[in-house]
């Protein structure tokens, strides 16, 4: 497994400044751009296209706190992916959550309550992240990743229903 803090040489850890990772990704990206090796060798140029891939993904992983988790606990050798089965606490709570943006549907200001709720939760769950990974926590880290994934996916969900709700006032007003 390839560790994506180094290649934009940061040091893996969970808690990261955006715009050093930004920074960083420039850097990297002038130095590895395959704009800069036109007239290098097709080797040289292969090189640099597959690097510039790498740091694209390295950038595009670490700047979402749920990819940089799941990369962190990666390079523990833990995965965490759809096959994840989560605990029966976390299962309850998130049925709860879903059930309440469900009934929610057809009431915008409860449903925009709801999401505040959620970004409240999520920002929770990255507090408790980086302090599991700062103490080397991983069993903590990996049960707050996956809830962390389950709290987007609610937010997916209350989001598309408030787009509904919005595309339906539209089109009465017409």
Known sequence: MQNLFDILSLPAVFELNLKTLEQSYFAAQRQWHPD??????????????????????????????????????????????DDTAPPPALL????????????????????????????????????????????????????ETLRLSYLGKAMEEAHMLLYRAKAAHAEHQH
């Not at 309550?113 to 920002?123: E, F, H, I, M, N």
């Open 92 to 143: 309850m709570e998130m049925m709860e959550l879903r059930e309440s943006i469900h009934e929610a549907a057809g009431e915008g200001p409860t449903l925009l309550a709801l999401v505040d709720d959620v970004k409240t939760l999520a920002t929770e769950c990255t507090k408790a992240l980086n302090a599991a990974f700062d103490a080397n926590d991983y069993k903590t880290a990996e049960a």
């Open 36 to 81: 800069r090796f036109i007239g290098g060798t097709a080797e040289l140029r292969e090189e640099a296209a597959t690097k510039s891939m790498l740091i694209n993904d390295a950038y595009d992983t670490l700047k979402n706190p749920l990819t940089r988790a799941q990369h962190l606990l990666e390079l523990q050798s833990i995965v965490i992916d």
